[in-house]
């Protein structure tokens, strides 16, 4: 037999359904490596298949406690997770989900740590002999549980850190219990498609382990944004504003995902009604992030300061139909597209209104106005559920006169915009008399 990782080996038996030899494989990879919590998951999965509920249980509780000391969260969660799954009243499992959630930071940016890649010492040597391998049956069931409950001894992670865990780690604690019983976990095979440019989605995903690549359609061909790792959170902004996806995320390799969808938080938020207002508020902070980092009205300032300009701004959430600016009336302040769309419209004079475009992320409204005292240019309306920053009119003076920059680029901004209204209302050109005559044969 050719060499092989041990875990490769156990896969393959896996997916012939030969469980009493898979778990035998996964077992010995852990009696070599105890700290393979992949394998140990996996021989507990075996468990589960022979029937081995309980020893099932014990593997995951002990995998979890494993990756807990590790800091690797999000792992140790798909861990105890799976354990609820088969035992959903299980006080061990609920038991390390509340020290997980006591550990982690709350909120934090950045993304929770997950495990490295494994080292190479687990390669198969061809030897059976000697290894629990050569067993099965009950022998075999009674040494690997010996192997597969016994805690991973390394890797004791700084007790006074407090690692990350975006979203999970600010929900209250038994809303974090209720959701991780309730999500979906599911692995994603290389090349499937996990949410696609332009489509609504009802949830969101958190990459556990392996790696997606994020693509946007330009000019008929797939351009490649960035990738995602563990730790990384997808699709809440959909989730939330109900806009289409801005981008494609393809698994690039195996990937694992926890999935969380509207219903789950739907179920979550009747017994804890703040629920929905975490998840409000943290995909604000993301929205907000992304802004300062992308729009040219942040680009030229230092990172510190421009969290300190976001704090001037206050959130909007818009409804469908909800007009923030209305041709002819004074401007309220400033509009920041965080997400959704904002269409811009103007009355024609020669009757019916005349679109001027669409606003998405990174866009401003109510500059005009605010810039020349006069009422506004257009009126300006969410498409559909929009999330907003806002300032108002005091705050957009004091704005501009602390950041000449800014004055400038709103200034031409606003130049470009007046031209384009100017162009979009222009009548239609009057034909000379003299082309009609030539039009007509010159009779
Ligand atoms: N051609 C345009 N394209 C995009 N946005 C516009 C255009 N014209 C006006 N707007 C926006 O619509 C806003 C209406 O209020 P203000 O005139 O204060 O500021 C205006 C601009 O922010």
């Not at 920041?336 to 269409?343: F, K, P, Q, T, Y």
Request: with cysteine; proline share 5%; charged share 30%.
């Amino acid at each position: 037999m050719n060499e092989s990782s041990l875990r490769e080996l156990g896969l393959d038996l896996l997916e012939d359904r030969q469980f009493e030899r898979a778990l035998a494989v996964f077992a010995e990879a852990v009696r070599r490596l105890p700290a393979d919590h992949r394998s140990r998951m996996l021989a507990a999965r075996c468990l589960s298949e022979l029937g081995e509920r309980e020893r099932a249980v014990t593997v995951y509780h002990a995998c979890a406690e494993g990756l807990l000391r590790r800091d690797y969260l999000l792992s140790a969660m798909a861990a105890c997770k799976l354990g609820l799954e088969m035992a959903p009243q299980e006080r061990r499992l609920k038991d390390t989900l509340v020290r997980l959630h006591a550990r982690a930071a709350r909120n934090v940016t950045g993304r929770a740590s997950v495990p490295p890649p494994l080292p190479p010492e687990t390669l198969y040597d061809g030897k059976v002999d000697t290894d629990l391998m050569g067993l099965s049956g009950e022998e075999l069931s009674d040494r690997a549980i010996e192997v597969l409950a016994a805690p991973d001894p390394g890797g004791t992670a700084n007790p006074n850190d407090r690692p990350p865990l975006p979203l999970f780690a600010d929900l209250e604690r038994d809303a974090f219990i209720d959701l991780v019983g309730r999500m979906g976990y599911r692995s994603i095979k290389p090349e499937e498609v996990v949410s696609r440019e332009g489509e609504a989605t009802d949830r969101l995903h958190v990459i556990v382990a392996g790696k997606a690549e994020v693509t946007r359609q330009s000019e008929g061909e797939d351009r490649t944004l960035g990738f995602l790792g563990g730790g990384s959170i997808f699709g809440e902004l959909s989730l939330l504003t109900g806009a289409a996806t801005t981008a494609t995320v393809t698994a690039v390799s195996d990937i694992e995902v926890f999935e969380i969808r509207r219903e789950h938080l739907n179920a979550v938020a009747k017994s804890f009604p703040a629920m929905p207002q975490v998840l409000a508020t943290f995909a604000q902070k993301r929205m907000e992030r992304n802004l300062t980092a992308t729009s040219p009205l942040f680009q030229p300032m230092p990172e510190s300061e421009r969290a300190a300009l976001l704090q001037r701004f206050t959130f909007r959430a818009l409804q469908p139909g909800e007009k923030v600016l209305v041709e002819g009336e004074h401007s309220p302040g400033l509009f920041l597209v965080l997400a959704g769309e904002l269409v811009v419209q103007k009355e024609d004079p020669a009757g019916g209104t005349v679109r001027l475009g669409v606003l998405r992320e990174g866009e401003v409204a109510g500059e005009i106005s605010l810039l020349t005292g006069l009422r506004a240019t257009a009126t300006v309306v969410s498409a559909r559920k929009t999330a907003t920053s806002f300032l108002e009119r005091a705050a957009f003076h004091e704005l501009v006169k602390t950041y000449p920059h800014i004055k400038k680029y709103l200034e031409q901004l606003s130049d470009r915009r007046l031209k384009q209204i100017g162009e979009a209302l222009r009548p239609a050109e009057i034909i000379d008399a003299d082309e009609l005559l030539t039009e007509s044969g010159g009779s």
